[in-house]
Nanobody, 127 residues
């Protein structure tokens, strides 16, 4: 079984930065693609970004590229999300997701492609 654990959420002022971390443990061969999703209050889940184990190149949701940056450490099985210039619309529960599948790029944003999910970490952007 694979365990996924997010950390780093909290309250931040508009314009501020926050760094989230996701750690996966269990069957190491299951960590092929790791991703971040978020769900704002009252809204649908949204793809934030993802990175395959071997590509080293992140993919981002259309509206987030430029402010958010994903990095991955395969030795530690972690996926970090650096969030800058945060605004209240970024308030959401942020989830880390992991799949053992070899996803094509166009499938990275599909939540149903990921087998393992963390419990989520709350990010609140407010003054």
């Amino acid at each position: 079984q694979v365990q996924v654990l997010e950390s780093g959420g909290g309250l931040v002022q508009p314009g501020g930065s926050l760094r989230l971390s996701c750690a996966a443990s269990g069957r190491a061969y299951s960590y092929y693609t790791m991703a971040w999703f978020r769900q704002p209050p009252g809204k649908a889940r949204e793809f934030v970004g993802a990175m395959k184990r071997t590509s080293g190149v992140p993919s981002y949701g259309d509206s987030l590229k430029g402010r958010f940056a994903i990095s991955r450490d395969n030795a530690k099985n972690t996926l970090d999300l650096q969030m800058n210039s945060l605004n209240p619309e970024d308030t959401a529960v942020y989830y880390c997701a992991v799949t053992s599948r070899t996803l094509i790029t166009s499938s990275l944003a599909r939540g149903d492609e990921y087998e393992y999910w963390g419990q989520g970490t709350q990010v609140t952007v407010s003054s």
